[in-house]
């Protein structure tokens, strides 16, 4: 077997394929802990709608509140991931992997709270119960073996969904989320 693609590249904590749109919405993760947790997310804006670029305006602090009754319940939120990808594959980078988003809210992992410390949080464009795109899941393995290679503390292993680390405030990535497909892939991914 081959690999998905040519290995993705990161470089001062930003993806070489990635469109960056920095946020506001980030700091530094403290005494500099590295990464060694990856927490896979979705969102859609509005709910179960994709497209429209709202969900990039949320992450930048720009989201009109009068577009969509939702949008008024959501817009003074302060919020972001390292990393969005479309329904399309398309991947966005809000906040450098080295930084601290603020993605993972009140969360606990093996013995440890503020997930958003030592974590990456990546977004998929979806909803818990709308299966997720072919491109999704194949750029999601892409970037985690990306993720694997320049963060050694990651491993297979130490990859959740945010229901798993606030269990009662979440339910995403949902079971619409094909765990065994992933892991399939980014099997493949990372031994060619």
Not at 23 to 43: G, K
Not at 96 to 110: I, L
Request: aromatic share 12%; hydrophobic share 35%.
């Amino acid at each position: 077997m081959t690999r998905l693609k040519e290995i993705l590249q990161i470089e001062a904590g930003w993806l070489n394929e990635a469109e960056r749109c920095p946020s506001p919405n980030y700091n530094q993760r403290p005494d500099a802990v590295p990464p060694r947790l990856l927490v896979i997310h979705n969102i859609s804006l509005p709910p179960a709608k994709f497209g429209g670029g709202y969900i990039r305006d949320f992450f930048l602090n720009q989201l009109d509140s009068t577009v969509h009754p939702y949008f008024e319940t959501i817009a003074s939120l302060q919020v972001s991931a390292h990393l969005l990808i479309e329904r399309n594959g398309h991947l966005v980078q809000f906040v450098g992997f080295d930084q601290r988003a603020w993605h993972a809210g009140q969360s606990h992992y093996c013995g440890a709270d503020n997930c958003n410390d030592f974590s990456i949080g990546i977004e998929l464009e979806g909803t818990d119960t709308i299966p997720y795109t072919e491109q999704q899941y194949l750029q999601l393995a892409r970037v985690t073996a990306a993720l694997f290679a320049y963060y050694p503390e990651m491993s297979a292993e130490r990859v959740t969904g945010h229901s798993d680390i606030a269990p009662q405030r979440k339910s995403d990535p949902g079971p619409a989320f094909n765990r065994y497909y992933f892991d399939r892939l980014l099997k493949r991914e990372l031994h060619g």
